[in-house]
């Protein structure tokens, strides 16, 4: 699939809370952003954290977290993006294996969830995924 609008101003958001996170100037925090849209129109961003003693996150984590948080669960479109300190350029990247099970499992309608996997294209989640480990934690 190819991105459309919705999916530039999401990658716009998840380079947006990149920069917002450089201010609290921490090592190995904060060079990867994730922006999201929900079922209901709702953005919801994060960053990665990093920390030496092991308990780090990814930037998809933290904004499945805040979505959750304010009572949602289902993703219509989501996207991670680093940034190179050294070229100082942003880049698109494809979720990690434990970011893809989590969206998983938040919903079992997050399968079709369109993830952004580079700078012009998108795949729904069961492409990336396409035999997941144990479904849904839904009640």
Request: aromatic share 6%.
């Amino acid at each position: 699939m190819r991105l459309n609008k919705k999916g530039k101003i999401l990658i716009k958001k998840a380079e947006e809370i990149i920069e917002k996170a450089k201010g609290v100037n921490l090592i190995d925090t904060g060079d990867v952003g994730a922006a999201l849209v929900t079922s209901h129109g709702n953005i919801f961003q994060g960053v990665s954290l990093g920390f030496y003693c092991g308990i780090g996150s990814c930037a998809e984590y933290q904004a499945v977290g805040a979505m959750i948080s304010n009572g949602e669960k289902e993703i219509e479109e989501i996207v991670a993006v680093w940034y190179n300190k050294d070229k100082r350029k942003y880049k698109v990247i494809p979720p990690c294996g434990k970011c893809r099970e989590m969206i998983l499992q938040a919903s079992k309608k997050n399968s079709n969830t369109e993830v952004i996997i580079s700078e012009n294209k998108k795949v729904r989640l069961k492409e990336l995924i396409p035999y997941p480990w144990g479904g849904s934690i839904e009640k």
